[in-house]
């Protein structure tokens, strides 16, 4: 299981995915402070039972291995732990060699600065949309492309979040954002990021997007089995390529 990976973990070599790993803790611990601050223990259970274990999990899967930044995130989540189940807490406490107990330690101290910008969550996301569209036609895969969205789309999403900083009306934003070339596709896209604002937190640019995938196609090639592909919408004659958007790519699977 996964305690038993993490006991037997003994290198210190640093990568990217560490600087993620605790800033996902420390986002989800000020999430747990604001749950209990608010009574809810329902929300904070799940961050802890269910979206650190999740991360941790993603860690390790990501061949993140560092013992130091493990120890840094058992200790903090052993402790929220403690919250809901103290005897299960402690055990696992007590395993790890810790010779205090729970019960009589601070509770975590929330590090805003271990917070840190980081794509990795995207590349979760790619992952976890590749897998519902195999289990959806129920097929494995044996080729897999990713299509990048159209570089306009990059510069449509920053000028409509400099018009939506300014107005929320969404003729006025079409009205302002509006290129005669695509006409069909604009308001469409306007709607969708009024409806969805998250949309306004994408990859600023399609070479970067292009470059993030390119960096991980090992890792999905080696998660999937299969070929891996990674195209520009551009250079695409898929006909699922206008569904491609920045931060979220089309996917076709073969």
């Known amino acids: 299981n996964t305690f038993s990976i993490l006991m037997n973990i003994t290198s210190v070599n640093k990568k990217p995915i560490d600087e993620w790993l605790l800033s996902e803790l420390h986002t989800k611990l000020d999430k747990v402070n604001h749950a209990l601050d608010n009574f809810d223990l329902r929300t904070a259970s799940d961050l802890i039972y269910f979206g650190l274990h999740n991360d941790i999990r993603w860690y390790l899967r990501r061949n ?43 509770w975590p101290n929330f590090d805003k600065k271990k917070i840190k910008p980081s794509n990795e969550n995207y590349i979760r996301q790619v992952l976890d949309d590749i897998n519902y569209i195999s289990n959806y036609k129920k097929i494995v895969p044996r080729k897999i492309t990713l299509i990048v969205a159209e570089n306009w789309k990059y510069d449509l999403l920053k000028k409509i979040k400099k018009e939506f900083d300014k107005n929320k009306n969404v003729s006025d934003i079409i009205k302002k954002v509006m290129d005669k070339k695509y006409k069909e596709e604009i308001p469409e896209i ?14 600023e640019s399609q070479d970067k997007e292009f470059n993030l995938l390119s960096e991980n196609k090992e890792f999905f090639e080696k998660e999937f089995k299969a070929e891996i592909e990674i195209i520009k919408t551009e250079k695409s004659n898929f006909g699922k390529k206008r569904q491609a958007y920045p931060g979220k790519v089309a996917i076709i699977i073969e």
């Open 64 to 106: 993140g291995r560092n013992k130091e930044v493990i120890r840094e995130f058992l200790d903090v989540w052993i402790k929220l732990m403690s919250l809901v189940t103290p005897h299960i807490a402690e055990e696992i406490n007590f395993i790890f060699g810790n010779d205090y107990l729970l019960v009589t330690s601070k």
């Open 190 to 203: 306007v709607n969708k990021v009024i409806k969805d604002k998250t949309k306004l937190n994408f990859i």
